[in-house]
């Protein structure tokens, strides 16, 4: 099974309801990923060394429109009508593991190389864009209440 064979069977556990209700926050998460990405090629942050397409030098496609998009809509659908410090923890917690020890094992397959930030610049990165796209969908639901 490849990569995004995963990505399509995780994301058919998940109940349309939550599909259509927080795709829009996760796309919008990896448009700030990909900015993010295209600041740290200027920035010279780390170096993405393994392309899946040909125009993918600067941003990961598998990882931000893959395997992000579905975290997203996944920690979205356990956390978001909780409370944000649930939210939040379950962030702290995601982020840590794949700063700490993800991308660590990308750094072994030589994917990424860090050049002028470590793994924690990346976790802080990470839970503030957490906070950003929460605030957005908090948003996202106003808006579609008024319809």
């Given at each position: 099974?490849?990569?995004?064979?995963?990505?399509?069977?995780?994301?058919?556990?998940?109940?349309?309801?939550s599909?259509?209700?927080?795709?829009?926050?996760?796309?919008?998460?990896?448009?700030?990923?990909?900015?993010?990405?295209?600041?740290?090629?200027?920035?010279?942050?780390?170096?993405?060394?393994?392309?899946?397409?040909?125009?993918?030098?600067?941003?990961?496609?598998?990882?931000?429109?893959?395997?992000?998009?579905?975290?997203?809509?996944?920690?979205?659908?356990?956390?978001?009508?909780?409370?944000f410090?649930?939210?939040?923890?379950?962030?702290?917690?995601?982020?840590?593991?794949?700063?700490f020890?993800?991308?660590?094992?990308?750094?072994?397959?030589?994917?990424?190389?860090?050049?002028?930030?470590?793994?924690?610049?990346?976790?802080?990165?990470?839970?503030?864009?957490?906070?950003?796209?929460?605030?957005?969908?908090?948003?996202?639901?106003?808006?579609?209440?008024?319809?």
């Amino acid at each position: 099974m490849a990569y995004d064979d995963y990505t399509v069977v995780i994301v058919i556990f998940i109940n349309k309801h939550s599909v259509k209700r927080f795709m829009p926050v996760a796309i919008f998460a990896s448009l700030l990923v990909t900015i993010v990405f295209e600041m740290a090629y200027v920035f010279e942050w780390w170096i993405v060394h393994e392309n899946i397409v040909p125009w993918g030098h600067i941003t990961s496609f598998p990882l931000t429109y893959g395997v992000f998009i579905v975290g997203t809509i996944w920690i979205f659908h356990f956390t978001f009508s909780k409370s944000f410090l649930i939210y939040f923890f379950a962030n702290v917690i995601i982020d840590a593991l794949y700063a700490f020890i993800g991308l660590r094992f990308l750094l072994s397959l030589e994917i990424y190389e860090l050049k002028n930030m470590g793994a924690f610049g990346i976790f802080i990165i990470m839970i503030m864009l957490a906070v950003i796209i929460y605030m957005y969908q908090k948003w996202q639901d106003k808006m579609m209440k008024q319809d």
